[in-house]
């Protein structure tokens, strides 16, 4: 069970802060305003953040200081509950909407119960390849490096993970809107690829929002803003604390 309480400016214990992630900022771009935030008021305060989000998603993002950076690769292990929409009848290169689209197709044919039991056929174990637009690394190298120079790694490890919900909660053709709650180390974008791919249309994540980790819940978070502004006014933050 959390604890709620407030994290004091002048205290080097540090905290959970919980965080709204806007669209096209990286996960390192909240922390690097945070910290920033931090120095500005007179603090040198440590800041890291527990699960990456991708630049096209947005949402719940924790954000560790102080001493609770410690505490993170806890709250990185923790399932996680996301909601989108995937886009049917196209692919992209990144399987989100960074890189282009391309490989169109009609997706009239497609009716309910087909895209309800591929949803539901996700479900379970399974191993998931990287995809390359990520931040896994090859040979000392990212693969979204290697992928901007039009460079593709076929021999990426693959991870086990486990869906454990694929939720379908809306079909508008060419789109799907869906909630997942899945393991460590799911990619929602290879998801949605290998969905379309199922289908036998393509497709790629057009929108993706995190609105859990754990028990911790978008609903308690703060956006980016609300938290510099906190801290640069000396105001104690809200903070949720592991029992």
Same mark, same amino acid.
């Given at each position: 069970?959390?604890?709620?309480?407030?994290?004091q400016?002048?205290?080097?214990?540090?905290?959970f802060?919980?965080?709204?992630?806007p669209?096209?900022?990286?996960?390192?771009?909240?922390?690097a305003?945070?910290?920033?935030?931090?120095?500005?008021?007179?603090?040198?305060?440590k800041?890291?953040?527990?699960?990456?989000?991708?630049? !096209?998603?947005? &949402?719940l993002l924790?954000?560790?200081?102080? %001493? $609770?950076?410690?505490?993170?690769?806890?709250?990185e #292990?923790?399932?996680?509950?996301?909601?989108?929409?995937?886009?049917?009848?196209?692919?992209?290169?990144?399987?989100?909407?960074?890189?282009?689209?391309?490989?169109h197709?009609?997706?009239?044919?497609?009716?309910?119960?087909?895209?309800?039991?591929?949803?539901?056929a996700?479900?379970?174990?399974?191993?998931?390849?990287?995809p390359?637009?990520s931040?896994? !690394?090859?040979? &000392?190298?990212?693969?979204?490096?290697?992928? %901007? $120079?039009?460079?593709?790694?076929?021999?990426?490890? #693959?991870?086990e993970?486990?869906?454990?919900?694929f939720?379908?909660?809306?079909?508008?053709?060419?789109?799907?809107?869906?909630?997942?709650e899945?393991s460590?180390?799911?990619?929602?974008?290879?998801?949605?690829?290998?969905?379309?791919?199922?289908?036998?249309v393509?497709?790629?994540?057009?929108?993706?929002r995190?609105?859990?980790?754990?028990s911790?819940?978008?609903?308690?978070?703060?956006s980016?803003?609300?938290?510099?502004?906190?801290?640069?006014?000396?105001?104690?933050?809200?903070?949720?604390q592991?029992?």
């Amino acid at each position: 069970m959390h604890e709620h309480g407030s994290e004091q400016l002048n205290s080097d214990n540090g905290a959970f802060l919980l965080v709204d992630k806007p669209l096209d900022w990286t996960s390192f771009d909240v922390v690097a305003k945070v910290r920033n935030a931090y120095r500005k008021s007179g603090m040198k305060r440590k800041v890291g953040h527990c699960g990456t989000l991708d630049p !096209r998603a947005t &949402g719940l993002l924790i954000l560790a200081t102080g %001493r $609770k950076t410690r505490e993170i690769s806890g709250l990185e #292990a923790l399932d996680k509950v996301y909601e989108g929409t995937i886009r049917l009848g196209a692919q992209t290169e990144s399987h989100d909407t960074e890189t282009p689209e391309y490989g169109h197709c009609d997706t009239a044919h497609l009716d309910l119960r087909s895209i309800h039991a591929a949803a539901a056929a996700f479900t379970g174990p399974s191993l998931q390849q990287p995809p390359m637009h990520s931040a896994v !690394r090859h040979n &000392g190298k990212r693969l979204y490096e290697l992928a %901007r $120079k039009g460079q593709v790694v076929n021999e990426r490890k #693959a991870r086990e993970i486990v869906i454990h919900r694929f939720e379908i909660t809306a079909v508008d053709l060419p789109y799907v809107s869906f909630v997942l709650e899945v393991s460590k180390g799911a990619y929602i974008r290879v998801i949605a690829h290998e969905f379309g791919r199922m289908l036998g249309v393509g497709g790629y994540l057009a929108s993706l929002r995190r609105t859990s980790i754990g028990s911790y819940a978008l609903s308690g978070s703060l956006s980016v803003e609300e938290t510099v502004a906190a801290i640069l006014s000396g105001c104690a933050l809200p903070s949720v604390q592991r029992s």
